[in-house]
């Protein structure tokens, strides 16, 4: 299993429910891989796809449904270091088995 993915504390229960399969990262250069699973809670995430998108192409309804207010509450949380590059990042959660 692949490192961490960090999520806000405020999403990471809709991300276990399923609520929210997607988020936007703004990185240097793509620090997750299709296929990669990361801890998360009791179980883990498992990243079905990572794409480069033009920054344009975040629109108030990807930032809603990546788990934020609007796309300018988005950026203000998104980046993170130096990046310039906008990543989408789509993925499930997996509980670990009982």
């Known amino acids: 299993m692949g490192g961490t993915m960090q999520f806000a504390r405020k999403l990471r229960q809709r991300i276990v429910s399923a609520e929210i399969t997607c988020s936007i990262r703004i990185w240097q250069n793509a620090r997750v891989k299709t296929g990669g699973r990361y801890k998360l809670a009791d179980g883990h ?46 993925f499930h959660y997996v509980p670990c088995p009982a």
């Open 45 to 90: 995430i498992h990243v079905t796809s990572v794409r480069e998108i033009e920054p344009e192409a975040v629109t108030d309804e990807l930032a809603r449904i990546s788990g934020f207010e609007d796309r300018e509450d988005l950026f203000a949380t998104a980046r993170h270091g130096r990046g310039e590059n906008v990543y989408l990042i789509e």
